[in-house]
């Protein structure tokens, strides 16, 4: 990848190097870190000259702040090797299927009896609702994208600048190889088409990953619990761990969290 010819004009990087991935024959490199954590008007520079430079920006949180390795993203720990395209998925097939899984009563769990499952996802249950109807944009996506990005550096201060030659930030997941997903699928493309989705039907732009977590800016959250209820077993479909390990205890309190909420983000345990 040759950034300098890629950047738009008078657009500085930060010292950085190619991030080579640890799996294969060891000669793929889907990604370029900085060094130190960039200013917070570099990743809005970049996201509005992706169109011309092909580079999607992210900010990479480690796993351990403290850790030289900064983990996964410096050492290599990445497999885009592993990774299908998102085309090859249907957004709304696999967020069927993941909420089936999850919902099952039959599963074994040390944690949750049938009945304690079932209230998680009241008022759903096992009921799959279907996809969240389209919000009409309010705001701009990449406004408010850029916004969160400059609220993210301030959170998580050790976070470095990534860029990944991908057509868009859903794209991005499976290019650079996250593995973030990989104790429900090690297939990150799958979750990329679903954020593909996010970003025709909500306005979402991926800006911040970490280890195991992922954080979108919103441009049109629902602003009814209504929609929320919806939205929120997407989430679940998605993320199950948004709920089960999360600070709210069913679907319905998480769904009041959703309203009017610029940013989604999630951790899988």
């Known amino acids: 990848m040759n950034l ?18 640890d799996e294969g024959h060891g000669d793929l490199q889907p990604l370029w870190l900085s060094d130190t954590p960039p200013s ?41 090797e592993r990774m299908f395209s998102p085309a090859d998925h249907n957004p709304q097939a696999l967020l069927t299927r993941w909420w089936q ?23 759903f249950g096992q009921t799959w609702p279907g996809p969240a109807p389209t919000s009409t944009l309010v705001d701009n996506p990449d406004a408010i994208a850029e916004q969160y990005a400059r609220a993210f550096l301030v959170q998580h201060p050790h976070a470095r600048l990534g860029l990944v030659a991908a057509p868009r930030g859903a794209d991005a997941l499976a290019t650079v190889g996250w593995t973030g997903p990989l104790n429900y699928d090690n297939d990150t493309a799958k979750f990329s088409a679903v954020v593909r989705d996010w970003e025709d039907r909500f306005g979402a ?22 929609d929320a209820l919806i939205i929120a077993a997407e989430h679940f479909a998605f993320c199950p761990d948004t709920i089960w390990q999360g600070s709210h205890p069913h679907l319905a309190a998480y769904a009041e969290h959703l309203i009017d909420l610029n940013c989604w983000e999630f951790w899988w345990d």
């Open 4 to 21: 300098e010819s890629c950047l738009p004009n008078g657009l500085v990087l930060p010292p950085g190097r190619m991030i080579t991935s």
């Open 40 to 80: 917070t008007e570099l990743w809005p520079r970049l996201r509005a000259g992706h169109a011309a430079s092909g580079l999607w920006p992210l900010l990479l949180d480690p796993l351990d702040p403290h850790d030289t390795d900064f983990r996964p993203w410096a050492c290599g720990e990445i497999s885009p």
């Open 101 to 123: 899984d999850y919902t099952a009563t039959d599963e074994d769990d040390d944690q949750l009896s049938a009945d304690e499952r079932l209230a998680v996802t009241a008022p």
């Open 205 to 226: 732009r991926v800006v911040g990953v970490g280890f195991d977590t992922l954080h979108l800016s919103i441009a049109s959250p629902p602003n009814h619990l209504e």
